[in-house]
């Protein structure tokens, strides 16, 4: 590792400490509010891919959007995430009641039904709301929860961060487990959280996204095809008093009779097309800044 490289790490460590700090301090919803301030900086001090996150607004609304409506929603997106990273830093001391208080769940039927059917469930989310707060708030609620997580390129942050979903008792499967991993827990019953909205590169199923074809990692649909497990999308909404809503949506039941590649392509197609369905109705929950059409279709490429 590079001398630079090493020092950037510390820098985002520190960085990381800072939020964490803030809501072992303060109380929570004030640290919240004032991490507002955070999530200006970032997009209209820093400008923190900035031009990235309205041109992506701009190829999902097209002229939906003025140019005001755009740089609002970018900037609301950037102050959500801020808010975001320090609900989740308050991990650091989990407190179940609060976690009840302040984040109900919208349609516990749908995934009691999944579990009910003895596969365990594959859940899908994206990069939207207080995802990781959303992880713990399940864990709270008594739905039982393993998270597919990344692996960050800064392993420093990156042993923070597990250390944080940890405390919160999420249990975590790592990429470099995979498979295996993940077929244990959905024996066992569980729910196997797999955030699934990052370009997939050259590794992913193109399935619309906006209209657009958008490169995704088509794992969820794979593991449910192989085990028979449901598939149910859900997502998290903040609300005006800084608490949320957790929303699961009907199951995707699997046909594992059906052509693998053909069942596949359909799964991923639904959960997009959720996701898709979840960004429209509050486009300020999503997280823009990252090049989600990176990757062209075979087709498109010259």
Not at 55 to 72: H, L, Q, V
């Amino acid at each position: 590792m590079s001398r630079w490289k090493k020092i950037r790490h510390r820098f985002e460590l520190v960085g990381v400490r800072f939020l964490i700090f803030l809501p072992s301090v303060f109380p929570l919803k004030l640290s919240v509010r004032f991490s507002s301030l955070l999530g200006i900086l970032a997009f209209d001090v820093f400008r923190v891919r900035r031009r990235v996150s309205l041109e992506n607004i701009t190829r999902a609304f097209g002229d939906s959007m003025t140019d005001r409506d755009r740089i609002k929603t970018a900037r609301r997106s950037y102050i959500n995430f801020a808010k975001s990273m320090v609900e989740f830093a308050s991990l650091q001391r989990p407190d179940r009641e609060r976690l009840l208080r302040l984040v109900s769940i919208r349609g516990r039927g749908h995934i009691d039904e999944a579990l009910a059917m003895g596969r365990g469930v594959v859940v899908v989310t994206g990069h939207f709301g207080s995802w990781e707060f959303l992880g713990a708030a399940a864990i709270a609620h008594g739905l039982p929860a393993d998270f597919l997580v990344g692996e960050q390129s800064n392993t420093l942050v990156d042993d923070l961060m597990n250390g944080l979903r940890r405390k919160a008792g999420i249990g975590i499967i790592s990429r470099g487990a995979g498979a295996r991993g993940i077929f244990s827990s959905l024996k066992k019953g569980r729910m196997v959280a797999i955030i699934s909205d990052q370009d997939a590169r050259k590794h992913g199923v193109f399935a619309d996204f906006f209209g657009i074809p958008a490169s995704t990692f088509p794992g969820a649909a794979q593991f449910a095809y192989r085990t028979g497990a449901p598939i149910v999308f859900c997502y998290i909404v903040r609300q005006t008093d800084e608490s949320h809503e957790t929303v699961f949506l009907p199951p995707i039941i699997v046909d594992t009779s059906a052509d693998k590649d053909t069942e596949i392509l359909r799964l991923t197609v639904a959960h997009v097309r959720a996701l898709e369905d979840a960004v429209r109705k509050h486009p300020d929950h999503y997280f823009w800044a990252h090049r989600r059409w990176k990757t062209k279709p075979p087709e498109d490429r010259s």
